[in-house]
Nanobody
Framework: QVQLVESGGGSVQAGGSLRLSCGAS????????MAWFRQAPGKEREGVAE???????SYVDSVKGRFTISQDNAKKTIYLEMHSLNPEAAGMYFC????????????????WGQGTQVTVSS
């Protein structure tokens, strides 16, 4: 059973940056795909970025050029670097793992972290 623990959330002003981390444990074989999801109050959970075990990444259009997902396989950790943050980026950010590609889709997710809160003030 994959276990995921996020960290790095916090409060920033618009235009600021944050780096989220997600440590994974409890598996012998790395998940095929890992992703970051965002959920704002009253909104659906949205897949923001994904990274496959081969390093291929994809992003939702709204964060392209500002967010970067990366992984450190030795540390079993993935990261989300977020720059030029705006209030629309605020919400709870969840780390997720999937045995399938295209893991920005909730239905593909096999394990979730508990989430880390990001607040952006204008």
């Amino acid at each position: 059973q994959v276990q995921l623990v996020e960290s790095g959330g916090g409060s920033v002003q618009a235009g600021g940056s944050l780096r989220l981390s997600c440590g994974a444990s409890g598996y012998t074989r790395s998940p095929y795909c890992m992703a970051w999801f965002r959920q704002a109050p009253g909104k659906e959970r949205e897949g923001v970025a994904e990274i496959r075990s081969d390093g291929l990444t994809s992003y939702v259009d709204s964060v392209k050029g500002r967010f970067t997902i990366s992984q450190d396989n030795a540390k079993k950790t993935i990261y989300l670097e977020m720059h030029s943050l705006n209030p629309e980026a605020a919400g709870m950010y969840f780390c997720a793992a999937s045995p399938f590609s295209g893991c920005r889709q909730q239905q593909s997710i096999a394990a979730w972290g508990q989430g880390t809160q990001v607040t952006v003030s204008s």
